[in-house]
């Protein structure tokens, strides 16, 4: 879930400021997979950033592709989605490959092919642009590879390029006194 700027009203912290992490090391924090925990005036505790340790790469370094939280819950999300959906969607479908017969251009009732599948997993990102999810769906869609596994027949394969919209998470602002 996005719980940046997430209050957390019966946190008992440090009670000494010195106690408390500056911004440098709520930025180390973040640097080496930890959500930091800091303090407003009014000495409420909030969460900073969350990550998950998926924002490390196999080395420990900082993967800063996935250190925006919503670049993981969202791929996520979105397979869980097709996961609750595929079974009800196509129960009770045959697969079959795609047909290299140009004249019958018409599906067959009840069969799931590649092109047909990659045309419901298109529909289904665009949905998720529409709420504001996703983004340059139509840029990715040539990217939608769907295939019948080689060496198993019933299975089929899909390669579904996602580009997350990122939360608001981070705030530049410079305050000036002009007169």
């Not at 940046?4 to 106690?19: A, L, R």
């Not at 791929?75 to 009770?92: C, E, N, Q, R, S």
């Not at 251009?105 to 665009?126: C, E, H, R, W």
Request: hydrophobic share 35%; proline share 6%; net charge neutral.
């Amino acid at each position: 879930a996005n719980l940046i700027g997430t209050e957390f009203k019966s946190f008992n912290g440090p009670f000494v400021s010195s106690n408390k992490i500056s911004q440098n090391e709520a930025t180390q924090a973040l640097n080496n997979g930890i959500s930091p925990i800091r303090f407003n005036r009014q000495g409420t505790a909030y969460m900073v950033r969350p990550i998950t340790s998926r924002s490390q790469d196999v080395n420990g370094s900082p993967d800063y592709r996935t250190l925006e939280i919503g670049k993981v819950f969202m791929p996520d999300y979105f397979a869980d989605k097709l996961d609750a959906d595929i079974p009800v969607t196509f129960k009770g479908y045959k697969l079959k490959d795609d047909s290299t017969d140009t004249t019958s251009a018409q599906p067959i009732d009840k069969v799931l092919t590649p092109k047909f599948f990659k045309g419901y997993l298109i529909g289904s990102m665009n949905e998720e642009e529409q709420l504001g999810r996703l983004k340059e769906v139509a840029a990715n869609q040539s990217l939608v590879k769907v295939y019948v596994h080689p060496s198993v027949p019933s299975r089929l394969v899909a390669d579904v390029p996602l580009s997350v919209i990122d939360l608001a998470a981070q705030f530049d602002v410079t305050l000036r006194q002009v007169g």
